[in-house]
């Protein structure tokens, strides 16, 4: 896991996706998909990562499980 830097990040529970989606502005040595980091949420580091991918579901499959 990469040692924690300074990022301004959103962060949201995706609830019809089942997982946090936190949007973040990271430079390039950080942006390939698999990347993991940590973010601090509320005070407790946490593990991320970064996913090329939209975590989008807009047929509402997940919310009709």
Do not use: N
Request: contains cysteine.
């Amino acid at each position: 896991m990469r040692p924690p830097r300074r990022l301004r990040h959103l962060g949201r529970i995706g609830y019809t996706i089942g997982k946090s989606v936190a949007l973040a502005l990271v430079g390039d040595d950080f942006a390939g998909e698999g990347t993991q980091l940590c973010v601090h949420i509320v005070g407790v580091e946490r593990p991320a990562l970064v996913s090329a991918a939209s975590p989008h579901d807009p047929q509402g499959k997940a919310m009709r499980q």
